[in-house]
């Protein structure tokens, strides 16, 4: 097999022509003489066609967008206009979520919720001042995840996880390795979400994880940032 044959050309690709022609004289097929060469009558009205030469591979399909640099072959099939090989899938498209302007307080509704292999990724600058800044992921009024950073908790430097259901605040998480916001400096923040747990890496360093306390995945559908940071982009992509 080749590759004509792996893309659904095998009705015409290296195929041996056995018919003969009108008064093509007892050559066999591997001899055959094709019409319109010398001493060859054509059809009437027939136009002298541009025929594939003995043993000639018809031409392979254009990439995308390729414009065609001259005609098919005759009985080749026609060139896909759509994007892809035969037979292709088309690729799968990111998900799509509304355009919200990048002020603060900032909310973006998650349309599918949160699922496995969901990350969104946060970049912004902390305010000179600030005191503190939150991250909530939301279910109605129920606070699936509340990452709350504050840069001065009775003069510590803390980031609070918590959850809130059905009006009441759970376990506070505040266990912290590093504390790595600065008052004044840019940050990248990202939010995996896993079967799990929520896992949160700043700066390229993975910071924390936090277990589902709302296991409905599927409800929890609004990002909110809020208090004493700017930001430059918000984007939510599902990984490989």
Same mark, same amino acid.
């Given at each position: 097999?080749?590759?004509?044959?792996?893309?659904?050309?095998?009705?015409?690709?290296?195929?041996?022509?056995?018919?003969?022609?009108?008064?093509?004289?007892?050559?066999?097929?591997?001899?055959?003489?094709?019409?319109?060469?010398?001493?060859?009558?054509?059809?009437?009205?027939?136009?002298?066609? $541009?025929? =594939?030469?003995?043993?000639?591979?018809?031409?392979?399909?254009?990439?995308? !967008?390729?414009?065609? /640099?001259?005609?098919?072959?005759?009985?080749?099939?026609?060139?896909?206009? @759509?994007? +892809?090989?035969?037979?292709?899938?088309?690729?799968?498209?990111?998900? $799509?979520?509304?355009?919200?302007?990048?002020?603060?307080?900032?909310?973006? *509704?998650?349309?599918?919720?949160?699922?496995? *292999? =969901?990350?969104?990724?946060?970049?912004?600058?902390?305010?000179?001042?600030?005191? *503190?800044?939150?991250?909530?992921?939301?279910? !109605?009024?129920?606070? @699936?995840?509340?990452?709350?950073?504050?840069?001065?908790?009775?003069? *510590?430097?803390?980031?609070?996880?918590? /959850?809130?259901?059905? +009006?009441?605040? !759970?376990?506070?998480?505040?266990?912290?390795?590093?504390?790595?916001?600065?008052?004044?400096?840019?940050?990248? =923040?990202?939010?995996?979400?896993?079967?799990?747990?929520?896992?949160? @890496?700043?700066?390229?360093?993975?910071?924390? @994880?936090?277990?589902?306390?709302?296991?409905?995945?599927?409800?929890?559908?609004?990002?909110?940032?809020?208090?004493?940071?700017?930001?430059?982009?918000?984007?939510?992509?599902?990984?490989?």
């Amino acid at each position: 097999m080749d590759l004509s044959d792996a893309l659904g050309d095998s009705a015409t690709s290296g195929q041996q022509v056995n018919n003969l022609w009108p008064a093509q004289k007892g050559e066999n097929s591997d001899g055959a003489v094709w019409p319109g060469q010398p001493n060859q009558p054509l059809w009437p009205g027939q136009q002298p066609p $541009q025929p =594939m030469w003995p043993g000639q591979q018809p031409m392979q399909p254009m990439w995308p !967008g390729q414009q065609p /640099s001259q005609p098919a072959w005759p009985a080749q099939p026609n060139r896909p206009t @759509a994007p +892809g090989w035969p037979g292709q899938n088309p690729p799968s498209a990111p998900q $799509q979520v509304p355009s919200v302007p990048l002020t603060v307080p900032y909310d973006l *509704k998650l349309p599918d919720g949160v699922y496995n *292999k =969901m990350l969104i990724t946060i970049n912004g600058e902390i305010k000179p001042n600030s005191k *503190k800044f939150a991250v909530n992921l939301t279910r !109605g009024n129920d606070i @699936a995840l509340h990452f709350n950073t504050r840069f001065d908790d009775c003069g *510590k430097k803390t980031i609070v996880r918590n /959850s809130l259901v059905g +009006g009441k605040w !759970g376990k506070e998480e505040r266990e912290l390795s590093n504390f790595p916001f600065v008052q004044g400096k840019s940050f990248e =923040m990202k939010i995996l979400c896993t079967d799990n747990e929520f896992m949160v @890496a700043v700066n390229k360093s993975h910071l924390l @994880a936090f277990k589902h306390r709302v296991t409905e995945l599927n409800m929890i559908t609004h990002l909110g940032i809020y208090d004493d940071i700017t930001l430059s982009s918000v984007t939510v992509e599902t990984l490989p």
